[in-house]
C-alpha cells in the first residue's frame, strides 16, 4: 500500500500542531516553508494549521510564518519559552476536601520551574463543565499544558476525553484513568491506585481475623475503584462480596439515615458483621461516634478503616486510615506535564499509578475475629 511522508503526519493533525508549537516553543518563530519541510507536509496543511492556532489563541501568523502568541514577530528576536514563561492551568471538581493536597502539590512543582499557575473548579453534579473551563483556559489565557480531573462517567465524559486528546497542547489527568476501551493518543495521567487501597485495607483486617468485612463508600471514582478493590481481594481470600454488608457514603453523617446505621447494629450484635471499610473520613468518624453511643465498641465489636486520612487521626479511637498520596500526585502530574511541554510530541505518554498506604491506628487493631 502506498504511504507518503505526508500521509503519516497527516493522519493526525492534534500530533502535528503540538509539533508545531513545539518548533515556535524552542525558536519563537518560523516560516511556513521550514514547518512544512520539517514535519513532511503540504505548505498549505501548515497554512490550515497555523490558522486553527491562531484561532485558539495558541500563536500569530505574520508573513510567511508565525510566532507564539506575545513573541515578538521578527526571526531576529526568536527566544525560547523558558520556564518562567510556562503558564498552566489546573480544572478540578471541587476546591474543599481531598483535592487542596492536590492542588498543593501541582502548584509546588510549577513553583520549582517559576511557572504561572491558573486554577479553575468544576463540578461533579454538573456534566460538561470540565469541558467549559478547560475550554476558557485554553481559548483565554494562553496555557501550555492542562491538568484536569474530569468526571468520567456522564453519558458525554468520552466525548470530553476525546477532545481533551485533540487539544494541541499537552493534557495530564490527574486522579483519573480513562475506561481501557476509550483509545486515546496523547493524554497522560498520574493517579492514586485506588484499587490498592481497597486491597490494602482488607489485607489488614484479614491478617486481624476478620471474615465479615463490609463497606461503605461515595458513588464516585474514588469509592468505585475501592470497592472493587475491596471486592476482588475478598474473593482472593475465598470470602463471599455478595454476603457482605455493603452501603453508601453518607449513611452516618446524615442524621436523617437511620435504616443503614441500624443494619450496622444488627449486624454486629448477630455476629455477621464485625468490620467496615468507610469511604470518606468524615462518614467513618460519624459512624464510630454513632456506634460508641449504641455501646459498640471499637474495635473489639466492629473494626474500622476509614478511606482518605485527612481527619481520621481525630476519631476516638483514632481511625485507622488509607492515605492516597494526595500531594505526590499533584507534583508528580505537574512535572510529567512540564516535562512533556519541554520534550513535545514525540516524547512517550506517560501513565503513571501511585500507591496509597495504609495508617493502622486504634479503631482496627485488637480484635479476635
Not at 155 to 173: K, Y
Not at 275 to 285: E, H, K, N
Request: hydrophobic share 40%; with cysteine; proline share 7%.
Amino acid at each position: 500500500m502506498h504511504s507518503t511522508v505526508e500521509d503519516l503526519h497527516g493522519r493526525s493533525p492534534t500530533k502535528r500542531r503540538e509539533r508545531i508549537l513545539s518548533v515556535l516553543r524552542a525558536r519563537g518563530a518560523a516560516r511556513v516553508a521550514d514547518l512544512a519541510a520539517e514535519l513532511g507536509v503540504s505548505v498549505p496543511t501548515i497554512r490550515r494549521d497555523l490558522a486553527v492556532l491562531e484561532k485558539r489563541g495558541m500563536l500569530a501568523r505574520e508573513h510567511g510564518g508565525a510566532v507564539l502568541s506575545g513573541a515578538a514577530p521578527s526571526p531576529a528576536k526568536q527566544s525560547s519559552v523558558d520556564e518562567e514563561q510556562l503558564v498552566i492551568g489546573m480544572v478540578v471538581p471541587r476546591l474543599q476536601y481531598y483535592f487542596p493536597e492536590v492542588i498543593r502539590g501541582a502548584k509546588s512543582a510549577a513553583d520549582a520551574v517559576g511557572a504561572r499557575f491558573i486554577l479553575r473548579e468544576s463540578m461533579y453534579e454538573r456534566p460538561g463543565l470540565d469541558r467549559e473551563q478547560a475550554g476558557l483556559l485554553f481559548a483565554k489565557s494562553g496555557i501550555h499544558g492542562l491538568l484536569i480531573a474530569p468526571e468520567l462517567r456522564h453519558d458525554e465524559s468520552q466525548a470530553v476525553v476525546a477532545w481533551l486528546d485533540s487539544l494541541p497542547i499537552p493534557v495530564v489527568l490527574v486522579e483519573r484513568q480513562p475506561p481501557s476501551g476509550w483509545f486515546v493518543e496523547q493524554l497522560q495521567w498520574v493517579a492514586t491506585d485506588h484499587r490498592r487501597g481497597g486491597q490494602a485495607a482488607v489485607e489488614h483486617l484479614h491478617q486481624q481475623g476478620h471474615r465479615r468485612i463490609g463497606f461503605f463508600g461515595v458513588d464516585n471514582v474514588t469509592g468505585t475503584q475501592v470497592r472493587h478493590g475491596w471486592h476482588d481481594t475478598l474473593l482472593a481470600k475465598g470470602i463471599d462480596p455478595e454476603e457482605q454488608l455493603i452501603g453508601p457514603s453518607g449513611a452516618f453523617s446524615n442524621a436523617d439515615e437511620h435504616s443503614s446505621f441500624q443494619e450496622v447494629v444488627r449486624r454486629v450484635r448477630e455476629g455477621s458483621l464485625t468490620a467496615l471499610i468507610v469511604q470518606p473520613d468524615p462518614d467513618a468518624l460519624a459512624l464510630g461516634q454513632r456506634c460508641q453511643e449504641q455501646g459498640i465498641r471499637i474495635p473489639e465489636d466492629l473494626a474500622i478503616v476509614a478511606y482518605d486520612d485527612e481527619i481520621a487521626l481525630m476519631g476516638e479511637p483514632p481511625m485507622s486510615a488509607v492515605r492516597p498520596p494526595k500531594f505526590q500526585v499533584g507534583h508528580q502530574a505537574m512535572t510529567t506535564l512540564i516535562s512533556r511541554i519541554r520534550r513535545g510530541p514525540d516524547s512517550a505518554p506517560m501513565e503513571l499509578l501511585l500507591r496509597p498506604r495504609l495508617n493502622v491506628r486504634g479503631s482496627s487493631v485488637g480484635h479476635g475475629g
